[in-house]
């Protein structure tokens, strides 16, 4: 689809009002088992009371005919993550059970001022044409945070090739979160991203799930 969408900025008090459209553009991009479904909503209201919540919406305006109306193509979001957060702190878990010195210092450094990735999709009438990108690039960008975390299905998927072309390493592969669900990967980078960490992955030297994890600069970035 060419049409073009608008990028807008959502706080908590926008975003609330709209978690029943996120839900449905979700349900669109993942088709998920009803399970995954069920509760999905008073998890992305949870969410939205983390400090430095930052939510993008991308609009597509409707073209009028047939009646057509503005839609959400796609959305994002994110916030700041902190301990005592469910995904923050099974991460943690897994980074510092890693052996000998890529242990507890690698977890710490990942960790301790990270922005966490939380949702990402656009609806598959749009996908390919640039949204995911712009929309990932723009919650990112300006972020206070020495570090941006996310997880992913442990797949070679449009999500994975998307997240390694701007920039994000794993740091965990075949994760399970629990019993039930299938591997995930959880990947990091540093904020903020580079140009040059924007290429596609395979004009950039590869990063073998089973080496060790770069560690993130031990100064803090500058303010911005
Ligand atoms: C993953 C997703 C968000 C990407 O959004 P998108 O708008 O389709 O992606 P973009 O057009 O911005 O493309 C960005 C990158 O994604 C990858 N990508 C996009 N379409 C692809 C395709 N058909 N095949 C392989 N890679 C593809 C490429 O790396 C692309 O960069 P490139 O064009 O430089 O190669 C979207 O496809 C989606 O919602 N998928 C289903 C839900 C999902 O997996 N969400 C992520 C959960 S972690």
Redesign the pocket.
Known sequence: MSQSVTLTELGPADFRPAIGQFVAVYAA??NPPERMLAGRGSILERHAAHPGFRALAAVAPGDGKDGSTAEIA?FTYGFHGAYGQWWHDMVAGALAAIPASRGAMVATDWLDDSFEVA????LPA??????????LLRLLSGRPERTAL????DAE???R??Y??VGFTDLLTGFRFSGGEPPYAVMGATLPLHPEDQR??DQRPDTAASSPPPSPPSSPRPSI
């Open positions: 991009a993942t796609g949702e990402l999709h656009v749009y996908q390919g044409a640039g949204i995911g990108r712009s929309l996310l997880s992913t299905r998927s449009k999500a090739r998307l390694r072309g596609p992955s």
